[in-house]
């Protein structure tokens, strides 16, 4: 059992109905047993679009979120640094650098359905 970092579009294809990556993304975690964790990043970026319907809903999905993902890492300036670095190298956006940079700084495998993600980061599992 290893340590995971969930990246933002696979909490989105976690807790949003209707995701076209929702299947793909139950498989892989029932398949597999780790120990997750997320990004203070990740868990903004998958709250926005519950914000936008209210403030209660925006809530509620945090609320679902920390039940199903209880560790939470935030960015210190380590992560940050790290992340400056991988995005100098790759080029891929701050947002992505800085989940990248969470599961590099914290030993831990990086799960994402982004390509450009996956090829940045050595190591990371693109889920399909």
């Known amino acids: 059992m290893g340590r995971v970092v969930l990246d933002s579009s ?25 120990s997750y964790l997320i990004s203070t990043i990740s868990l903004a970026e998958t709250l926005i679009q519950a914000f936008r319907v209210s403030f209660e809903e925006g809530e509620r999905m945090k609320s679902r979120i920390l039940y199903a993902i209880p560790e939470v890492v935030d960015v210190d300036e380590m992560v940050a640094s790290e992340a400056a670095r991988i995005r100098a190298k790759t080029g891929i956006k701050i947002a992505a650098a800085l989940i990248s940079a969470t599961a590099t700084m914290n030993g831990a495998e990086l799960w994402t359905l982004d390509r450009k993600q996956a090829k940045a980061h050595k190591g990371a599992v693109l889920i399909s």
């Open 10 to 34: 696979v909490l989105i294809a976690m807790f949003y109905d209707g995701d076209i990556h929702s299947k793909s993304v139950a498989r892989k975690l029932e398949a597999e047993d780790h």
